[in-house]
């Protein structure tokens, strides 16, 4: 008998599967979308929105101050956000992933109602306004790093309503910024799975020692201050969480499993708490 997530998984992915409105591709025209996405429970919960219509496009765009580009905005209505099957992407210097590569975990889409969407709650403001990552254009994925490392839209040479670069952000090297690609189409189109690295340069016993003794970043430390009189030990198993995950899998990513959930949903109560301590 199908378990309830089970049941909740089927369900949600009838849901994202229904036929998009009809639009004139121009940028991904012949690009095989067919096994893109992963549809998790939880990417569907959190970040698969119903297909955006113009005048909700339109309002983020102002909300934002940019104009979003063509191939992003063909790209949502085909399917708006979500967790890519192909999820790593080839850098010509070493980041704090890997010596070759990025993962990512989700693309944010346009949507009012989930979390992770650029215009999300933890979307493209809460990482600048909270996070504290630089005001360069619009973020629009992030990385297994849970805020960590950010993937951006970069304004910086176009201007506002210009075709922006797409570029990695390192919080842990402060805010280190590298270039990944022209624009967003030639982004989407350079995802490779991880199959094709070498799982052996991520050694377990270095992303071990990563989790046990790595420092955490400025909000997560002010969250952990805020957090202190409920769960004073919250840092220590966060720790013990990530070795977990660590001794599963081999490296530190989160997925769909219940571990990864755990974890999630641990960040999302600190930071949840780091907010309302600041609205105060």
Known sequence: MPSHLDQYKAKKQKEAKQTPPP????????????????DSAYALQNCVGEYPDDELIGSVEKELGYKLPDSYIEFIKLHNGGAPKKNCFPTNEPTNWAEDHIAVTTIFGVTRNKLYAINGELGSAFMQ?????????VYIADTPTAGHEMIALDYRKCGANGEPEVVYVDQEA???????????????????????YNDDERDEQDELQKVREGSFSPILLKAFEIAKPILPDVDRRLRVLAEKIVKAKGFFALHDD??????YDILFWLYSGFNTAASL
């Open 23 to 38: 639009i004139e591709l121009k940028h991904f025209a012949g690009f095989d979308f067919s096994d893109f996405w992963d």
């Open 129 to 137: 306004e909270e996070w504290g990552y630089p005001n360069i254009g």
């Open 174 to 196: 402060d805010y280190k910024i590298i270039f990944l690609a022209k624009d967003f189409e030639s982004f989407i189109k350079g995802l490779v799975s991880e199959e094709a």
């Open 258 to 263: 219940e571990l990864s959930y755990l974890m």
